[in-house]
């Protein structure tokens, strides 16, 4: 699945290059950025898109590295297909915090990389003691705090986005799990789905109650 997401992302990167540019804003936005107004039309699709979509080389060959490194590990670990529903979640959880929070246009794969960044924390619980997991987690909390830190410094990054993508990755890992986690049980994964789904529901109602009351100043 890690190579499959890196290949879409590849196609979108040329095809935003070939309608004009990756930094293009009406290329970004005509192939599915997040645009708070566009959601509140209806455009929920937005929720997904931009972890496809990325501004510049730099931006789209930094995150493909992240995929590739730590996705193609954590894939070994959750199965393809858990690894697939906790890259997703991520990402729309994190474009939903950045929906909540962001005004501005986003894209990129960052809110589902900070969730993949976040399901490190997890496996850490999943399985106690484990000398690679234990030392993968503890890299990657210091990559964690650094790209927080870094974000908080740099214009343009979109934070809500990165820390709601780190918050649902945590929380999808729990409810997935993994098939040989030693420690979890059904009932915690139920709670920590509802968990997920509570915290996406809220998200979207924060956002549409700070977006409709503007948009309705001009209509």
């Known amino acids: 699945m890690a190579y499959t997401i890196l290949a879409v992302t590849g196609l979108m990167f040329l095809i935003q ?25 209806g455009d929920w699709y937005r929720l997904i898109t931009p972890m496809f979509l990325h501004i510049g080389l730099t931006h789209i060959l930094f995150n493909a590295l992240i995929v590739y490194f730590l996705g193609i590990q954590l894939e070994s670990v959750f199965g ?27 894209a990129g794969a960052s809110t589902a990389i900070f969730g993949l960044f976040g399901s490190t924390l ?3 619980k999943l399985f106690p003691g484990h000398p690679q997991i234990k030392a ?3 890299n990657f909390t210091l990559l964690i705090i650094l790209n927080l830190v870094f974000g908080l410094f740099s214009p343009g990054i979109d934070m809500a986005g990165h820390i709601g993508g780190l918050v649902g990755g945590y929380l999808a890992a729990f409810a997935l799990s993994t098939p040989r986690a ?12 509802l968990a997920l789904a509570g915290v996406l529901i809220l998200l979207l109602v924060i956002g549409y109650s700070r977006f409709i009351p503007v948009m309705n100043l001009f209509s």
């Open 17 to 41: 290059e070939l309608l004009g540019g990756s930094t293009n804003q009406w290329v970004l936005v005509q192939l599915g950025a997040k645009v708070n107004e566009l959601i509140i039309l």
């Open 80 to 106: 393809h297909w858990r690894f697939f529903a906790l890259y997703f979640l991520s990402g729309i959880v994190g474009n939903a915090t950045s929906f909540a929070f962001n005004p501005s246009v986003s």
């Open 122 to 124: 997890v496996l850490v």
């Open 136 to 138: 993968m987690a503890k």
């Open 182 to 193: 030693w420690r979890t049980t059904k009932k915690q994964q139920l709670a920590y789905g």
